[in-house]
């Protein structure tokens, strides 16, 4: 194997493993022996577990901005039509695994949080880049009257995140799309809907 | 000591440690130090670790029935105001504690939802109390005229705690109150405000 895929599976496998289990939860040697690579492989890559979990904030972070790019950015589309497949496409998703896992940027952030304030800050800055892009599609949305105007972009979008952030907990908890049902009726038909 | 003193001791400082580090994190040791009780104590008050931490959920739901209790049911004030108080007094507490550890309740659903079953019906039952509780103060307030009467009262109340729980999760991460400012301005003034 290239050096390069050795860093890619470890990674690829580390992501799968801590979006299911969780940072503190996923041992090294779980990650080495999924990957089948070498233990000491790990160290030549990552200076320690931490440096590990902060390349795979960027691993999350990469997926997360394919698909803002495919859903927020498809111009053929509505503004509302593109938020609304931004998110359904991903419970459509975890409908499939039934409701597990989650977000994995969301879970890092709970988990996270505060205990590390090299994660603290770049988890923080990861929702902020999706802050802005839906900010940018709720402000386009505003232009084209498909979005009422008397919202705050950012404000909005913030709270765009909030909301969908809880919806995505109370549906692991619940096992049902039930509240990703009462987040689109409210969020799309009542907050964003021009009044 | 009583032999219940005991056991709420375990309770207390499992609730506090727990709350902060997460349940996996948390030593059975560690508990027992803190509450300087023997180890041996905590075999004879708990079956398994998990049956603490079922009974640790039910300590948390008090906290919050004991505030629900205060807040939603306070007939000396409007029923938005009543949901205001309820979740504000929380960001309160959370911002002199640098925003840190976030709702028990919450942070469990996160962590245990996809790993134990137990856990995962007991905090179902929990949340589902405090949408029980939230959808009766939308329902009080239709009448009033203080809220919107084209709401689903049990709709709003899964979209307020998925709102809230979000909230919670970008204070955590943002150190800030930012999100609930954008929380309080389009959850009260545009969702619930009657149209």
Redesign the interface.
Known sequence: MMKTDVKQKILREGARLVH?K?F??TGIAEVVKAAGVPKGSFYFYFDSKEAFGLELIDTYARVIGESARIYLLDESRGTVERIRGFFGSFVDFLQGNDF???CPI??L???M??TSEPF?KK??TV?GTLQLNLADVVSEGQKRGEISTD??SE??A??L???????L??M????SR??Y???E???FD??LKP?
Chains 1, 2 share one sequence.
């Not at 995140?161 to 919806?167: F, I, N, V």
């Not at 692991?172 to 096992?175: D, L, N």
Request: one cysteine or more.
């Open positions: 299911r969780g503190h939860a597990r896992d989650g969301g879970n952030c709970q988990e949080a505060d603290r988890l923080e929702m919202l705050d404000a909005t913030d709270f995140l909030s909301g969908w952030q809880g919806t907990l109370q692991k908890v619940k096992k039930e509240s049902g009462a987040f009726a409210l969020m009542r907050v009044v």
